[in-house]
């Protein structure tokens, strides 16, 4: 699969862009492909699958409420502008006052989910410099792609 991704992105010569970036969802696995086979990209985290970690967050510490939706506006938005530590912050607060998944805590708990959440954030800090990224034309999604995908598999199983 990675020799098939790398072929393809010299066939459509990729490298010959002036600027790159290598758009991933935040999968270790991702960050190894482009570490080997695109070091010249810019490691950008898809801003979709960024802020789901803060929505999933919002909803585990306040449910379904109004709080909820302030509390994951204001994260998304210091996401958006590349404030993921001040975020981070403020989960590791609500991480002490739910209190820390422990050995024997399981996948279902918030606590557990909470700890998810923070690690993700906490590995994917590096690729999430939207404010930076945006100024210089670099994408910050992929969706437009994988929807295009979705497009083509629909359309060959309806057919």
């Known amino acids: 699969m990675v020799i098939r991704c ?10 010959e862009a002036g600027r790159k ?6 999968l270790t696995c991702n960050w190894t492909i482009d570490a080997a086979h695109f070091k010249d990209d810019v490691p950008i985290l898809d801003f979709t699958h960024a802020v789901s970690y803060p929505f999933t967050a ?3 510490l306040f449910g379904k409420t109004d709080e909820a939706w302030q ?6 938005t210091l996401v958006w502008q590349g404030c993921v530590a001040d975020v981070l912050k403020e989960l590791r607060v609500h991480q002490l006052r739910i209190g820390v998944a422990d050995i024997e805590t399981t996948d279902d708990d918030p606590r557990a989910k909470l700890r998810k959440v923070i690690g993700y954030l906490e590995n994917n800090q590096s690729p999430m410099k939207y404010a930076e990224y945006r100024p210089q034309g670099l994408p910050t999604t992929s969706a437009w792609m994988e ?3 979705k497009e083509i598999n629909y359309g060959s199983v309806t057919n």
Do not use: P, Q
């Open 21 to 26: 970036a290598f758009v991933a969802d935040g």
């Open 71 to 76: 509390v994951y506006g204001r994260w998304m």
């Open 6 to 15: 790398k072929r393809e992105a010299t066939r459509r010569r990729f490298d």
């Open 147 to 149: 929807s295009a995908v």
């Open 58 to 60: 919002s909803l585990i």
